[in-house]
T-cell receptor, first 113, second 121 residues
Framework: KAGVTQTPRYLIKTRGQQVTLSCSPI?????VSWYQQTPGQGLQFLFE???????NKGNFPGRFSGRQFSNSRSEMNVSTLELGDSALYLC????????????FGQGTRLTVV | AQKVTQAQTEISVVEKEDVTLDCVYE???????LFWYKQPPSGELVFLIR??????QNEISGRYSWNFQKSTSSFNFTITASQVVDSAVYFC??????????????????FGQGTILTVHP
């Protein structure tokens, strides 16, 4: 069974640009959650998608957005990048019905310069 | 609001020592799940255990064991006879149920700040 796949693994962007990260969940999983990990703030929840609908959202500005496709793959977009957006972005895949654990991808390391 | 506190920021032990990582949580939910994840240098969060709030039985898996005490809101993790390969950052996490229009949402994990475990040969 293939795991959670995140692409790309590494990204370097300039302030003001936008970026799109991708996450392919485990086959059969309908929920994808996104997390931001920084040394200062730790792991913080961004949002969760289930069956193409955003079900839950963390406390991040509107520059952070996402979507989920009919095949459960999800994308996360960050517009007008700031230096503080440099982080490891992790995506988690689960059934979304509360009866399974969340499995994480290896993350996308975003550096904003 | 939910909160997870891992009291130890860093722990350093010598191989074969036992080590316990503490985790204390706060939630108003009556049904919730507790997790431990391991994060090696590669960055991926590796799932270790998931525990339902109604199941207070301790669990042992090889050298790993977990002690869940609802009365003290704690979910501690012990590694017996530690090995160098156990060196990593360990996270305790809480998942509650969130009522939303049309049902209940899962999928939001609240993490502790993590404990950096270093096992020296």
């Amino acid at each position: 069974k293939a795991g959670v796949t995140q692409t790309p693994r590494y990204l370097i962007k300039t302030r003001g640009q936008q970026v799109t990260l991708s996450c392919s969940p485990i086959s059969g999983h309908r929920s994808v959650s996104w997390y931001q990990q920084t040394p200062g703030q730790g792991l913080q929840f961004l949002f969760e998608y289930f069956s193409e609908t955003q079900r839950n959202k963390g406390n991040f500005p509107g520059r952070f957005s996402g979507r989920q496709f009919s095949n459960s793959r999800s994308e996360m977009n960050v517009s007008t990048l700031e230096l503080g957006d440099s982080a490891l972005y992790l995506c988690a895949s689960s059934s979304g019905t509360g009866n399974t654990e969340a499995f994480f991808g290896q993350g996308t390391r975003l550096t904003v310069v | 609001a939910q909160k997870v506190t891992q009291a130890q920021t860093e722990i350093s032990v010598v191989e074969k020592e036992d080590v316990t990582l503490d985790c204390v949580y706060e939630t108003r939910d009556t049904t919730y799940y507790l997790f431990w994840y391991k994060q090696p240098p590669s960055g991926e969060l590796v799932f270790l255990i998931r525990r339902n709030s109604f199941d207070e039985q301790n669990e042992i898996s090889g050298r790993y064991s977990w002690n869940f005490q609802k009365s003290t809101s704690s979910f501690n993790f012990t590694i017996t006879a530690s090995q160098v390969v156990d060196s990593a950052v360990y996270f305790c996490a809480l998942e509650g149920r969130v009522s939303i229009t049309g049902g209940t949402s899962y999928g939001k994990l609240t993490f502790g700040q993590g404990t950096i475990l270093t096992v020296h040969p």
